[in-house]
Structures are given as structure tokens and as C-alpha cells.
């Protein structure tokens, strides 16, 4: 069983129908992990365990959303890696991603799905068709998680053709793609100046709602000027963009691309390794 259904499979047997219910202290409770609140240095959130009972230590943020991931996250560890202690910087995604620790991994994907599950994340988001970042801002507050892991909810159920990215000042910081999505598509590694994101890191305002772009303007592919999709972007933290690209149909059935550099694969997706120029 995935760490996804063992979240939901907990979630079943208690007995939660909807998003109201997920109270995740008394989860946490129920599963004979206390929980307490308090500064902590280095990291977000701590776990220890004495026999059958575990103590979940949690940084205080104003970010409900976030408190309440730093919990699952530590529930899963509990659940799932019993006898371990942990120091989890949860809430640093960029971090998560080029972590090679599969517990941490693991327990991102059990408290995503404990915080949303999927016979109540799929509805909600099936209301709104292809929602934009007004609509996920709305899915988040319904389901007291913060905008962020609500996107990366919404790139792991794999229903729509979405490319979630995030952009500072000094180019790609992180990016996640569908699972349907090819591989094929890069990213370019800094905003292109017609991008509404670019407009936004240069002080604009953000682009809620989903506008039209030519392909060329996001991925660095040969053909990709005969493509058109739709983009969206919000500000996000420590002055960074997050981006949300919807892909045209005719983008999921192009031709392997060999032109966009050495791409080598992994878990999260594919990534190109730039190579340094040879010494003269």
C-alpha cells in the first residue's frame, strides 16, 4: 500500500466525509501522536516516540495551511517509520524535491493526501473544470491547506494538463508536471519578458486568471511557437512567482524533441544536465 492510501485508508476509517471533518489534532490523537506547538531552530517540525506513543513538535506559522502539512507530515513518519526520530523541514519544497531521503518523501505524499483526499479533493476540483489560481485559493480555504500544496495536489492527481513552476529573480527554482505531460518539454530556465510571471517578479500585478501564450514563450523546445497554452501566476514566498501552465492537447502527443540538451530522469519528473564548456 502507497503512503497515498494509507492516508486515505485512515481517513475511511474513521470515518471523514468531507473537509469540515479533517481535523488533524484529533487524527493525530486518534493515532496516539500528541501534538504541541513551539519554536524550534533548523527546522519545522520534530518527531519522538516512547513505546506506543509519539510527541509531534510543530513551528508556529501564521499559515494555518502549513501548521497543519507540518502535523501529517510528522503522522506519517509516525505511521509509517516507527522507532525513528525526525527533524523535517517540510515547507521548503525546492529542498524536498532534491531530497534523497525517501522517508521524506513518503511522508509529503501521506500528509497531501490525508489533508486532501482524493473522494473529496476530485469533486471540488471537478467543479471548476480547469481551475485557476482564484479558483485553487478557494479549493485551499475549503480544505485548510495552503495555495502551494494545493497546487502540488492538483499536479499529482493527474487529471488535467498542468506544469506547476516557480521562478525567482535568478531564473527556475523548482517545477512539476502531470504525469501525463511528456518529458519532452523544457522549461526555460528564466522568465521570458512577454510571460505574464515576468510582468509580476518585476513588480506588476498577478495574473489570477488564465490568459493565453504562445508555447515559445515557456519552453525552450525547436517547435514549440506551434503550440499555444494557457498561463496564470501568483506571488509566492520570499518574492518568487508560482506559475501555472495548461497545455494544449495537440502539446501531449508531439514527437521526442532530441534538441533541449542531456535530459536524465528521476521521480519528480526530467532534468537536463548543462555541461561546462571545455577549458581552452
Same mark, same amino acid.
Given at each position: 500500500?502507497?503512503?497515498?492510501?494509507?492516508?486515505?485508508?485512515?481517513? #475511511?476509517?474513521?470515518?471523514?466525509?468531507? !473537509?469540515?471533518? %479533517? /481535523?488533524? =489534532?484529533?487524527? &493525530?490523537?486518534?493515532?496516539?501522536?500528541?501534538?504541541?506547538?513551539?519554536?524550534?531552530?533548523?527546522?519545522?517540525?520534530?518527531?519522538?516516540?516512547?513505546?506506543?506513543?509519539?510527541?509531534?513538535?510543530?513551528?508556529?506559522?501564521?499559515?494555518?495551511?502549513?501548521?497543519?502539512?507540518?502535523?501529517?507530515?510528522?503522522?506519517?513518519?509516525?505511521?509509517?517509520?516507527?522507532?525513528?526520530?525526525?527533524?523535517?523541514?517540510?515547507?521548503?519544497?525546492?529542498?524536498?524535491?532534491?531530497?534523497?531521503?525517501?522517508?521524506?518523501?513518503?511522508?509529503?505524499?501521506?500528509?497531501?493526501?490525508?489533508?486532501?483526499?482524493?473522494?473529496?479533493?476530485?469533486? #471540488?476540483?471537478?467543479?471548476?473544470?480547469? !481551475?485557476?489560481? %482564484? /479558483?485553487? =485559493?478557494?479549493? &485551499?480555504?475549503?480544505?485548510?491547506?495552503?495555495?502551494?500544496?494545493?497546487?502540488?495536489?492538483?499536479?499529482?492527481?493527474?487529471?488535467?494538463?498542468?506544469?506547476?513552476?516557480?521562478?525567482?529573480?535568478?531564473?527556475?527554482?523548482?517545477?512539476?508536471?502531470?504525469?501525463?505531460?511528456?518529458?519532452?518539454?523544457?522549461?526555460?530556465?528564466?522568465?521570458?519578458?512577454?510571460?505574464?510571471?515576468?510582468?509580476?517578479?518585476?513588480?506588476?500585478?498577478?495574473?489570477?486568471?488564465?490568459?493565453?501564450?504562445?508555447?515559445?514563450?515557456?519552453?525552450?523546445?525547436?517547435?514549440?511557437?506551434?503550440?499555444?497554452?494557457?498561463?496564470?501566476?501568483?506571488?509566492?514566498?520570499?518574492?518568487?512567482?508560482?506559475?501555472?501552465?495548461?497545455?494544449?492537447?495537440?502539446?501531449?502527443?508531439?514527437?521526442?524533441?532530441?534538441?533541449?540538451?542531456?535530459?536524465?530522469?528521476?521521480?519528480?519528473?526530467?532534468?537536463?544536465?548543462?555541461?561546462?564548456?571545455?577549458?581552452?
Amino acid at each position: 500500500m502507497s503512503p497515498g492510501e494509507r492516508a486515505e485508508a485512515r481517513i #475511511a476509517e474513521l470515518g471523514i466525509t468531507s !473537509p469540515e471533518e %479533517l /481535523d488533524i =489534532e484529533l487524527i &493525530a490523537m486518534d493515532a496516539c501522536m500528541a501534538v504541541v506547538y513551539e519554536d524550534l531552530d533548523g527546522c519545522e517540525a520534530t518527531l519522538m516516540g516512547v513505546g506506543d506513543r509519539g510527541i509531534a513538535t510543530i513551528k508556529p506559522s501564521p499559515s494555518r495551511g502549513r501548521q497543519r502539512f507540518s502535523v501529517a507530515h510528522e503522522l506519517g513518519h509516525w505511521l509509517m517509520h516507527r522507532g525513528l526520530s525526525f527533524r523535517c523541514r517540510v515547507d521548503d519544497i525546492d529542498l524536498n524535491f532534491s531530497s534523497d531521503q525517501v522517508r521524506e518523501r513518503e511522508a509529503d505524499s501521506f500528509a497531501s493526501h490525508l489533508l486532501m483526499p482524493t473522494p473529496m479533493f476530485y469533486p #471540488a476540483l471537478k467543479s471548476f473544470g480547469t !481551475p485557476d489560481f %482564484l /479558483d485553487l =485559493e478557494k479549493m &485551499a480555504s475549503a480544505f485548510d491547506t495552503s495555495l502551494l500544496a494545493t497546487c502540488m495536489r492538483l499536479t499529482d492527481i493527474n487529471t488535467l494538463p498542468i506544469v506547476l513552476a516557480c521562478y525567482s529573480s535568478t531564473g527556475l527554482r523548482w517545477h512539476k508536471a502531470a504525469g501525463d505531460i511528456p518529458r519532452r518539454w523544457f522549461l526555460h530556465q528564466q522568465l521570458d519578458d512577454d510571460s505574464f510571471a515576468y510582468a509580476l517578479l518585476q513588480g506588476g500585478r498577478a495574473r489570477s486568471s488564465l490568459g493565453k501564450q504562445s508555447g515559445e514563450t515557456w519552453f525552450e523546445n525547436d517547435d514549440a511557437d506551434q503550440y499555444e497554452l494557457r498561463e496564470c501566476c501568483h506571488p509566492g514566498r520570499n518574492g518568487e512567482v508560482l506559475v501555472l501552465l495548461y497545455l494544449e492537447s495537440k502539446m501531449l502527443h508531439a514527437r521526442y524533441d532530441p534538441n533541449v540538451g542531456q535530459r536524465r530522469y528521476n521521480e519528480h519528473g526530467s532534468y537536463v544536465v548543462r555541461t561546462k564548456p571545455a577549458a581552452r
